[in-house]
């Protein structure tokens, strides 16, 4: 359904919104704990999540998720080669197996990929992820991402402007994600059925070395198939 991480520990919908849920119905909850830092680490870690709720008394509108991430093509023959143009989009991934996906035409993309020191840039099509059969309308939306980015954001190329923006700042003593914006609106972000999307990234590898690199957002939009069976059973 969505993901806390390094920058972004908490997020909230709009007012109005949320998540319907049965009384019965049951969350599966999954951490992980991740040090960049320390060497040698032997730690217990414990992880308090919190969630909010509350009695649908009426009003509430119901969202629906949809994940979106970056998916880069890569050298299926030889995959850990750098890539001969290095403005094609291609990329070298981490690993071939856990976050390799088929591109609808032949092809694999990497969801995990290498960036290289300095300033970097991708873009991922996101319209089969989107899933969009007609308008709809963005509350809230969460991010992840790994630390040296700088930016993620969908880009409407159709429209030629930009959606969502959500901004990172990077620690400078060590590696990490210091704050990760997030977004959330009652009045909400229309995207259209006919339109082309992008999730474009921005990168800054700060260090002398390769950095692994991903980047995804949980978008919430207004579901007013669900409302609408909702408000029916009242």
């Known amino acids: 359904m969505t993901s806390l991480s390094n920058g972004q520990e908490d997020f909230i919908f709009p007012d109005g919104f949320g998540i319907p849920m ?95 020191p300095g300033k970097s840039s991708w873009r991922s099509n996101i319209n089969a992820q989107l899933m969009i059969t007609d308008s709809l309308r963005l509350h809230a939306a969460a991010t992840h991402v790994h630390p040296f980015s700088t930016s993620l954001s ?43 999307y992008e999730l474009r990234q921005e990168c800054n590898n700060t260090t002398g070395i390769d950095q692994d690199m991903m980047g995804s957002m949980f978008l919430f939009f207004y579901d007013k198939e669900l409302d609408g069976i909702i408000r029916s059973k009242k």
């Not at 930009?162 to 995207?191: C, D, H, P």
Request: charged share 25%; glycine share 8%.
């Open 154 to 196: 969908v880009f409407d190329k159709t429209a030629g402007k930009e959606v969502l923006r959500s901004t990172m700042e990077n620690y400078t003593n060590k590696t990490g994600l210091k704050s990760v914006s997030g977004f959330a609106s009652e009045q909400g972000i229309w995207l259209y059925k006919n339109h082309e």
């Open 22 to 116: 049965r009384g019965n119905d049951l969350l599966t909850v999954t951490t992980e704990t991740l040090n960049h830092n320390v060497e040698d680490a032997n730690f217990w870690v414990r992880h308090e999540v919190g969630l909010d709720y509350r009695k649908n008394t009426g009003g509430l509108k119901p969202l629906m998720t949809r994940t979106v991430f970056v998916a880069l093509p890569f050298n299926e023959k030889d995959p850990y080669k750098e890539p001969l143009d290095p403005a094609a989009n291609s990329c070298i991934p981490v690993e071939t197996k856990n976050h390799t996906y088929d591109d609808g035409k032949g092809g694999k993309l990497s969801g995990h990929w290498v960036i290289p």
